[in-house]
């Protein structure tokens, strides 16, 4: 299980570093020889966070979860990110329109569906597996949010499980 846990995660950097070579613009061009200024290089900074926005959240403490109900995971602890993200209702709103990476990876004891919802809808119609990173198109006001449901028997969802939401392009 670890081995695939690894497999993914380089798998989805791969995916989300190549997105970034060909999705970012700036406005500024340095040369060599050429004198800057501090506002343009923190207008090239400012240009790659705002193109990029996202989150990256985690648990404060383990989340049981009922079985044969379904459960949003909350994500209190906003480990990085823009101001999109409400650890009170752990949902992201989307900034801007765009293709956004939905990515988890859940640290459970018993195997259970998980499901991204879309404006209180399921999206993703269940993946059983403890990680997943999804493109997805979003429009601006969207929100995101993780559930789980656990067919057969409850399970505790530990901090060590993390939910991803970055804007690709």
């Not at 989805?12 to 501090?38: E, H, M, N, R, W």
């Not at 997805?136 to 901090?159: A, H, K, P, R, W």
Request: overall charge negative.
């Amino acid at each position: 299980l670890k081995k695939t846990n690894i497999f993914i995660g380089i798998s989805v950097g791969i995916i989300f570093g190549a997105t970034l070579v060909f999705a970012l613009t700036k406005p500024y061009d340095f040369s060599s020889g050429t004198t800057i200024s501090s506002s343009e290089v923190n207008s090239n900074f400012d240009t790659l966070y705002d193109q990029h926005a996202g989150v990256s959240a985690g648990m404060s403490s383990n989340q049981n979860v009922t079985q044969m109900v379904y459960t949003k995971l909350q994500f209190d602890v906003q480990n990085y990110g823009d101001s999109n993200y409400d650890t009170g209702t752990y949902r992201y709103t989307v900034p801007e329109d765009g293709t956004y990476l939905v990515a988890y990876n859940i640290d459970w004891t018993t195997s259970c569906y998980n499901h991204i919802y879309v404006d209180g809808t399921d999206d993703s119609g269940g993946n059983y597996n403890n990680s997943l990173a999804s493109p997805l198109n979003l429009t601006s006001g969207q929100y995101v949010e993780l559930f789980m449901y656990c067919s057969s028997m409850d399970t505790t969802v530990s901090t060590d499980s993390v939910f991803v939401v970055r804007r690709l392009f």
